[in-house]
């Protein structure tokens, strides 16, 4: 599997800066945010499913904008696959006829544009040899993360969560994990900020890794812009670690 990072920040603000969106080998999206917009419009048309973590605006912005620019090129409709709760978000708060058009009833070259799979915590979607399972995260709303596995290494996107109990065990079971995508999305200065938005802050993240017990490259996303280099630079304070990589946009990760 190839992970192309089409963006990764908290947050907008200048050209590097460009919300939540994996693009997984051509076909596959995690999360529809503003690196979305960077893609090609033959690259948009490639895209047969798209994962959505949860329903915040960063993840799905770029979404109703790159169903509308495909629908008239795609045989096939693009699968949305995300729980029920989100999905029964977007249908009532995006695609509602209002804010824009409920493109999972409109048919053009006689197949509809978008349909929706709902998946829970656990549940395994098998695309060829590739498998992505949901794994648990806790947000402001629902959420999930996702579980990529080639068959030969692995890959884990927490999505936005605060302190995760229910992860661990998960994480600590997959023996070919080579990364862990995870956020921080506050300085330790905004703890009290982070944990009621429940997201991480450096202080946390750490207690959160001292719950791991299998080894992988690990990678910190959705820095909110602003505090991108105090946040960098707490995540190298503790001596007694490895600071962990900063995801940056047009990364890729093969495995």
Known sequence: M?????GCSGGIGGQDL????????DDI???????????????????????ITHSHLDHIVALPLMIDSVARLR??????????????MIRAYIFNGVIWPDFS???????????????????????????????PAVHTVPAVGYHLDSGDASLVFTGDTTVNDLLWPIINQIANLRYLIIESSFSNRDEALAR?????????????????TVTAEIFVTHLKPGQIDIITAELSEPEERLPPGILRKDQVFEF
Not at 29 to 51: M, Q, R
Not at 75 to 88: E, K, L, N, R
Not at 196 to 212: G, Q, T, V, Y
């Open 2 to 6: 190839k992970v192309r990072v089409l």
């Open 18 to 25: 460009r919300t939540t969106s994996f693009l997984v080998d």
């Open 29 to 51: 999206l995690i999360d529809a945010g503003t690196g979305l917009t960077d893609l090609s419009l033959d690259e948009l048309a490639a895209i047969n499913h798209v994962f």
């Open 75 to 88: 045989d096939t409709p693009v699968t949305v696959h995300a729980s029920a709760s989100t999905i029964d």
């Open 105 to 135: 009833e409109i048919a053009i070259r006689r197949c509809k544009i978008l349909t929706y799979e709902a998946i829970h915590v656990g549940q395994q979607v098998r695309l060829g040899r590739r498998n992505i399972v949901a794994v």
């Open 196 to 212: 009621r938005s429940r997201h991480l802050c450096p202080r946390l993240l750490f207690a959160e890794l001292d719950k791991m």
